[in-house]
């Protein structure tokens, strides 16, 4: 199995602001994935970040409001930018690929809340 | 789009007592992977089931797959409380196609 960090775990903060989420694992991974979750709902896939190139990202969802970093095989970072109410949800990252590709091990999720 | 249709929905049970989760989709999966999630954590992966007509079980959980792996169901024997979550099936369809994600059963068991 593999053991994801995330920070923070939560947060509030104003519209129009930002928030950049991290996630750190203690193995290298091939995927890592970033998903939104509104609390007892299932999960939406925002993307898929990519070691070493630009994030592949679903539908619905942008590079300029969810931009990803992945600079390594470990670590990987989601921003919300110009964060409004609806922006509120909990964010998750995931990696597969550590015992099987499908596998996800998802780490223990940031709740965003959005004033 | 693949869709895993999970019901039911809410599920409220007293401690002891039986249910099962049901996982559907037209689509063939060539995986299928149960989750639960307790509230302020992250999915943590349950079982994966990738023959059809495979039965497995973990305690007092029992998982099939369906014969055409496009369904999945999760029994639970003598519910109890430690059991309460939200419980997510998750189908690969295989190669280069992301998983898709269950509806989600939210499960409360009442001591």
Redesign the interface.
């Known amino acids: 199995s593999a053991v994801?960090s995330q920070k923070p775990s939560r947060d509030i903060c104003q519209r129009g602001t930002s928030l950049t989420i991290q996630c750190q694992v203690d193995s290298q991974v091939t995927m890592m994935f970033w998903y939104r979750q509104q609390?007892?709902?299932?999960?939406t896939?925002i993307a898929?970040a990519n070691q070493g190139s630009e994030a592949t990202y679903e539908s619905g969802f942008v590079i300029d409001k969810f931009p990803i970093s992945r600079p390594n095989l470990t670590f990987s970072t989601l921003t919300v930018s110009n964060m409004s109410p609806e922006d509120s949800s909990i964010y998750?990252c995931?990696v597969?690929g550590v015992v099987?590709?499908?596998?996800?091990?998802?780490?223990?999720?940031t709740?965003l809340t959005v004033l | 789009t693949q869709l895993l249709e999970q019901s039911p929905q809410f599920l409220s049970i007293q401690e002891g007592e039986n249910l099962t989760v049901y996982c559907n989709s037209s689509s063939v999966f060539s995986s299928l992977q149960w989750y639960r999630q307790e509230p302020g954590e992250g999915p943590v992966l349950l079982v994966t089931v990738v023959t059809g007509g495979e039965v497995k079980k973990l305690k007092r959980l029992t998982f099939q797959f369906g014969d055409a792996r496009k369904d999945s169901s999760l029994h639970i024997t003598a519910a109890q409380p430690g059991d309460t979550g939200l419980y997510l099936c998750a189908g690969d369809a295989g190669g280069y196609q992301k998983v898709t994600f269950g509806t989600g059963t939210k499960l409360q068991v009442i001591p």
């Open positions: 994801i609390p007892g709902q299932s999960l896939l898929t998750l995931s597969d099987s590709t499908d596998t996800q091990y998802f780490g223990p999720g709740r």
